[in-house]
């Protein structure tokens, strides 16, 4: 298909990406065989942004993209990150200029590549300014190690304070229907600033297919048991919004996570939502949506389907959320 691009900073590219994270973790037991398929497909249907990062899989996510853009590496903008730790069943974050250099000298070994086209901090460390890391990151893009800087869940003041280090190219954050917070602050600072926005989930991790009924459909590994939305008695109250949305969907002769993925697609063609999968057939289905044109109608009704008092649930345990916005 014939990809729309959309503006990231000074970067063009492909107007939806691809998130590799699932292909490792998260999401039940991955296939590598079908995965490295879908990316092949993916970059044949003309994606270029592969998402991934140094957590996913405790390294295995990057060294599973590595292996499927061996010789296809000038068809890709590769996007991973660093800075989160998992240990102790807990989260931890570190942004110190000395562990910034680590991490992008392993990423780049894990990738098989001489360079990291989008290198984004994963989350602040609050114990570390966002200069010194920063600072390091341009360091960095001097000796042509990355190309563009980008940081992920960050608070609008931080944004800034980075971008007046070295250009920020692309703020990643969590962007759906269900989770708008970016809205009242970041997207505008991002904007003042000619920052581009990457939404991840932006299908609810998953909730928006409208396959999802009951928390038993996933399996004992999956993340989502401990995401508060997925809690039985909280996933029951938003089926109402994807049966909304599903009717929605049906007089626009689509499904309704891609009615969902349109919405956001027409946010702004500084926009590349990076839905993520490990099957072909869902990345056709979501790039599909990319072609389903919404008037300022149907875009009002969409998100009235998903008012933000009527979420149930919030979008983390309050283990995680405390490494968010900082």
Known sequence: ????????????????????????????????????????RALE??????????????GANERLVGQAIAGRRDQVVLATKFGIIHGDDAQHVRGDAAYVRQCCEESLWRLGVDHIDLYYQHRVDPDVPVEETFGALSELVAEGKVRY????????????????????TALQSEWSLWTRDIE???????????IGIVPFSPLGRGFFTGTITSSADFDSGDMRHKL?????????????????????????GVTPGQLALAWLAHQGSDVVPIPGTKRRGYLTENLAALEVELSRSELAAIEQ???REAVAGARYPESLTRHVGN
């Open 1 to 40: 298909m014939n990809l729309p691009t959309h503006q990231l900073g000074e970067l063009r590219i492909g107007a939806q990406g691809l998130g590799c994270m699932g292909m490792s973790q998260s999401y039940g037991t991955g296939d590598d065989t079908e995965s490295i398929a879908t990316i092949h």
């Open 45 to 58: 249907l003309g994606v270029d942004l592969l998402d991934t990062a140094n957590v996913y899989g405790d």
């Open 149 to 168: 800087l980008g940081i992920s869940e960050a608070g609008a003041d931080t944004v800034r304070r980075a971008h007046a280090v070295h250009p920020v």
């Open 184 to 194: 009242d602050e970041v997207v505008p600072t991002c904007r003042e600033l000619g």
């Open 228 to 252: 508060p939305r997925f809690a039985e008695e909280n996933l029951n109250q938003n089926q109402a919004i994807v049966r909304t949305l599903q009717s929605l969907a049906d007089d626009k």
């Open 305 to 307: 389907a998903a008012p």
